[in-house]
Structure formats: structure tokens, C-alpha cells
């Protein structure tokens, strides 16, 4: 399966284009203000839970008991709803305290600092969303051209994931992104390429099990149900609102840091730039009001590319798949109203090969059917590719 990115056709894309870039986007930069946004919350009959939360530092037990009472009454509550609303509620919490007893100026300090403790607690152990790279298994939908394709003037670039991964460029492939001064992340050299869902509403997931299990004595019944916890929280983050759907979207993530190793969880904009394998990208897609400048451009970038991509074939001893490449053209129908992709010419193994004899049905028909060939140590395969 092909997957597709598109993209307007400015000097930042074509910049992107020329040096393989993936740039992953943060949950706050995304045009969807509830993307990638899991529902974490704070249910009923938690009482007990917060009473044994609030227990493991706290210290007045009159505090501890009308605190856990006041959170388990808020419930249900979503995680990111109580933190934002926080500081409201502490202020409450403390004029109940002191509602009917007179006010002493060393409980308030002691009260005031648990409260701040809580509020360290929480934001230490927040869901997190991580940064992703949008990518959709459709290349005709007009919306798709109008929104992320400058009103079809773009283009669209054809991605060819191997066994469900599109790769790190192996010679400017990040293997770990610096946190902190004490905390170093590891990534891998390929990301998998993931479906979003779309549902309208999201099942909660009990936010207590953000917490660390000494503060709040919850374990898991096994491993499978502690990998099934987190695989519910990774669809959660691949949900859209069905509104969404037309997008038919797919998509790399980039996990966030955890906060609760260094208290550090943001990685920069720079870390976020990753470079792509350029193997992998077998094909682009001109967009039906693209100009014809723009179109020269975008062919003298992959031309130069494809030149280099089959000079170096067979100088390592690793195993590389070698995809051919296809330009095309999408083009509006007037009269039925509808998108279509039109193939203008092939480039196998850095030939051009142009529509009209029988060499191009054929590659094109393997094109079409995402073959490939492997090459290891000068040698050829043409075993099927994942």
C-alpha cells in the first residue's frame, strides 16, 4: 500500500523535498484542537484512592479526609479538566477547611504547600500525546487538494512503506534526542505507519493509573492487561471525529518523553526534524493548478535526487529495496466533477521511460502492485517486499 503527503508548493516544501524532511508537529500546532487528545478520567467511587494518594504526604488527617471527598465528588472529571481547573479548587478546598474553625496561619502554609505538592504530583504524571507526521492512503479526494495541497496547486508525494515502516535516512538517521542533562531518549531508525479511527466519542480511561502505584496502590492483573491499557491509550491518540474522515489519514508518532524521568518532556522544533529515506519515495503527484514553473522545479529536485539514489546502488553491504519512480498529474474532470490521476512517465533505475510501449505497461503494472528489487553486497533479489 502507497501511503501520500501533501503538501503546498512553496519554497518550505520544496525546501523539505530537496533535503528528505519530516517535520513532527506537536499536538498545539495541529489544525484540530482535540487531536491526539486521549480521554483520561478521574471516575466515581474514588474516595479511597485519593485518600491514599493525598496519605503518602499529607500529614492533618481532618485535611486528607474532606480533600479526597471533594476530588471523588468532582468525578467524573477529565485529567486535563482537573489541572487546568486546579488552583480554583484548592481555593475552595481551603475556604471549607477554614470554614468553621478559626483560621491558623501555620495549617494554612502546611496546607497551601500539600496542595502545591498535589499540583507538582499531577502535572508530573499527565497524559502525554507525543508529535506526529500526517500521511493518508488517498491520493483523489478534492478536499484533501484544497486543504493540504494549497488549493491544488501543490503536490503529493508517494511513500512506500516496507513491512508497515518508512525509514530514517541512513546517513542523517537520529538513534536518541537529548531531554535533559540526565535524560537521553533512544529512537529508531524507522517509524511504523499507523491508521487513525474515527469516533465521535472516546471510552475514559481511568486516570488513576497515570499515578505511580505506591500512591495509589493500583497493579495491573497481568502483562497482557498492562499492554492492553497502553494499546487503548495509543488508539485513543489515533481517534479523530468522524468529520474528519474523508482524510482516510495514517501517520508516524514520535512518543513523547515521559515527565516523570528528568521533569523534562518537550523535545524543540529542532529535534523534531527528522530525515526521511528517500528509497522509500517512489512517486509524486502534481497537482491539477500547479504552474508549470513550479511542476520544472519539482522535477529538477527528484531528477537530481533519482541520479544519486541509483548511483550508489550496491556500494553497501546492507540490504537496500529499490522502488521504480512515477510522475503523474492529477486532473479535475468538468464534466463528471471528480479528481483523477493521469501517469505521465517512469524513471526505472534512473532510464525515463514515457507511456506508450510495452517495457512502460509492464513496469508501471509492478509499480501498481508496489514490486520492487533488493540489492545486497552487488547481488539482486526480487523476492516479494513486505
Not at 87 to 101: E, P, R, S, V, Y
Request: charged share 25%; net charge negative.
Amino acid at each position: 500500500m502507497y501511503t501520500y503527503r501533501y503538501r503546498p508548493s512553496n519554497l518550505l516544501s520544496q525546501k523539505g523535498l530537496l533535503y528528505d524532511e519530516w517535520y513532527f508537529a506537536s499536538r498545539e500546532e495541529l489544525n484540530d484542537p482535540i487531536d491526539m487528545q486521549s480521554k483520561f478520567e478521574f471516575g466515581e467511587n474514588s474516595r479511597d484512592t485519593w485518600h491514599r494518594i493525598l496519605s503518602s504526604t499529607w500529614e492533618n488527617k481532618e485535611n486528607i479526609e474532606l480533600t479526597a471527598q471533594y476530588f471523588a465528588d468532582l468525578s467524573p472529571i477529565s485529567y486535563e479538566q482537573l489541572l487546568q481547573d486546579l488552583d480554583t479548587h484548592a481555593l475552595k478546598l481551603i475556604k471549607t477547611i477554614f470554614k468553621n474553625k478559626q483560621f491558623d496561619h501555620i495549617e494554612f502554609e502546611s496546607l497551601s504547600r500539600s496542595l502545591s505538592n498535589l499540583r507538582g504530583l499531577l502535572e508530573l504524571y499527565e497524559p502525554s500525546s507525543g508529535y506526529s507526521v500526517s500521511l493518508s492512503k488517498t491520493n483523489n479526494e478534492m478536499l484533501m487538494w484544497s486543504h493540504y495541497a494549497a488549493s491544488h496547486t501543490g503536490f503529493c508525494l508517494i511513500y512506500r512503506p516496507i513491512d508497515g515502516y518508512l525509514h530514517q535516512c541512513p546517513l542523517r538517521k537520529k538513534d536518541s534526542l537529548q531531554v535533559s542533562e540526565s535524560h537521553t531518549s533512544v529512537i529508531g531508525n524507522k517509524f511504523k505507519v499507523e491508521d487513525i479511527h474515527y469516533e465521535n466519542q472516546l471510552n475514559p480511561i481511568d486516570a488513576l493509573k497515570l499515578l505511580p502505584t505506591s500512591k495509589t496502590g493500583f497493579e495491573f492483573n497481568s502483562e497482557d492487561d498492562r499492554l492492553e491499557h497502553h494499546s487503548h491509550i495509543r488508539k485513543q491518540i489515533l481517534t479523530k471525529n468522524t468529520c474528519w474522515e474523508y482524510e482516510k489519514e495514517c501517520r508516524l508518532i514520535l512518543p513523547q518523553p515521559s515527565k516523570w524521568i528528568s521533569g523534562h518532556s518537550q523535545y524543540n522544533s529542532y529535534q523534531r526534524l527528522f530525515y526521511y529515506d528517500f528509497s522509500q519515495v517512489t512517486g509524486i503527484i502534481f497537482g491539477a493548478r500547479m504552474s508549470a514553473s513550479d511542476e520544472e522545479t519539482l522535477k529538477t529536485i527528484i531528477n537530481a535526487k533519482l541520479r544519486t539514489r541509483y548511483s550508489n546502488i550496491g556500494t553497501s553491504d546492507e540490504k537496500k529495496y529499490i522502488f521504480d519512480f512515477v510522475f503523474q498529474k492529477a486532473q479535475i474532470c468538468t464534466s463528471s466533477r471528480n479528481l483523477k490521476i493521469i501517469d505521465l512517465e517512469l524513471n526505472s533505475m534512473g532510464s525515463t521511460i514515457t507511456p506508450g510501449s510495452n517495457y512502460y505497461n509492464l513496469r508501471l503494472e509492478k509499480w501498481r502492485n508496489h514490486e520492487g528489487m533488493s540489492i545486497q553486497s552487488g547481488q539482486f533479489g526480487y523476492d516479494p517486499i513486505p
